[in-house]
Nanobody, 126 residues
């Protein structure tokens, strides 16, 4: 069982930055590929970015490429999402998720992750 707790959300003006963190419980964090999803008002949850178990591979949806950066610190059981040049359309609840994956290079882009956090609200004002 893995528990995920996101933090770092808030209100920011367009063009600003936020850094989200997701802390995981347990000793097997490096067994999980990690992902960030978001769900905007009236929208379905969508994949934002993911990172493989030891951080060698990352993947970003086109809408955030060049603006968002995912990273992880396996010693701290934490995954981060640095969000720069934020836009109003980035407004959403952001969720981190853990995918127990035997591959050290895989990044899951579908929502079939094993564990989810409770989400943190990010609001970008224009």
């Amino acid at each position: 069982q893995v528990q995920l707790v996101e933090s770092g959300g808030g209100l920011v003006q367009a063009g600003g930055s936020l850094r989200l963190s997701c802390a995981a419980s347990g000793r097997t964090f490096s067994s999980y590929a990690m992902g960030w999803f978001r769900q905007g008002p009236g929208k379905e949850r969508e994949f934002v970015t993911g990172i493989s178990r030891i951080g060698g591979n990352t993947y970003y949806t086109d809408a955030v490429k060049g603006r968002f950066t995912i990273s992880r610190d396996n010693a701290k059981n934490t995954v981060y999402l640095q969000m720069n040049s934020l836009k109003p359309e980035d407004t959403a609840v952001y969720y981190c998720a853990a995918d127990r994956n035997p591959s050290i290079v895989a990044v899951r882009r579908d929502p079939l992750y094993d564990y989810w956090g409770q989400g943190t609200q990010v609001t970008v004002s224009s």
